[in-house]
């Protein structure tokens, strides 16, 4: 069965900094992996998606996410944390076919001035 | 606005009552999904449609859920004799699903569920 884990149920960055969120999958076989971002009041919005090739791969908003099989990870990068950034951050991971995704606990990220 | 569609936002209802969201995908995408999410979690799969089929349901949906999605547009979700462990959001997901599927998830914005 699927499932995904996020160790980090909150972090702070000040505005400008660097960010990493850390994500790990559990999957029998190539996984399709999604970051989703929910801001307060807001549905959850696409912020990218890998399902082969390049391991890393770019999103919206400046975000970028790396595939790395042998650790079962596929943590989001900021090179540059902007305020508005600040949301909750949904790892996932859907079967072959993509008709079932299963979410992590979600990352809550606060930016401090 | 042509993106997902969830009715009502907020529905307030006391234990025991019934209750029934509705969500309009957007509308060339065949697949509809049922999450629920509640607080300091992520989304939790509930039920998927694919057209009018419901193929699959979780165990999460006991037997007082029941949703549907009749013409393979529109789907319901009913709560029978709510219980105040179903205060949640209730969020309503759609995707294409034919050809070049990439499992792209279109939300939206949710209907909260408080029971008294």
């Known amino acids: 069965a699927q499932s995904v884990t996020q160790p980090d149920i909150h972090i702070t960055v000040s505005e400008g900094a660097s960010l990493e969120l850390r994500c790990n999958y559990s999957?029998?076989?190539?996984?399709?992996l999604f970051w989703y971002v929910q801001s307060p009041g807001q549905g959850l919005q696409l912020l990218l998606k890998?399902?082969?090739?390049?391991?890393l791969v770019q999103g919206i908003k400046g975000f970028e996410a790396e595939f790395k099989r042998s650790q079962s990870s596929f943590n989001l990068r900021k090179p540059s944390v902007h305020w508005s950034d600040a949301a909750e951050y949904f790892c996932?991971?859907?079967?072959?076919?993509?008709?079932?995704?299963?979410f992590g606990a979600g990352t809550r990220l606060f930016v401090k001035a | 606005d042509t993106g997902v569609s969830q009715n009502p936002r907020h529905k307030i209802t006391k234990r025991g009552q019934n209750v029934t969201f509705r969500c309009d995908p957007i509308?060339?995408?065949?697949?509809l999904y049922w999450y629920r999410q509640t607080l300091g979690q992520g989304p939790e799969f509930l039920t998927y449609?694919?057209?009018?089929?419901?193929?699959?349901k979780s165990r999460l949906l006991s037997d007082r859920f029941s949703a549907e999605r009749p013409k393979g547009s529109f789907s319901t979700l009913e709560i029978q004799r709510t219980e105040q462990g179903d205060s949640a959001m209730y969020l309503c997901?759609?995707?294409?699903?034919?050809?070049?599927?990439?499992?792209?998830?279109?939300f939206g914005e949710g209907s909260r569920l408080t029971v008294l």
């Open positions: 999957y029998g076989a190539t996984p399709y």
């Open positions: 509308s060339e995408h065949n697949r």
């Open positions: 996932a991971v859907a079967n072959t076919g993509g008709f079932k995704t299963i």
């Open positions: 997901a759609s995707s294409l699903g034919v050809g070049t599927n990439t499992g792209e998830l279109f």
């Open positions: 449609f694919q057209n009018e089929a419901q193929l699959e």
């Open positions: 890998y399902f082969s090739g390049d391991t």
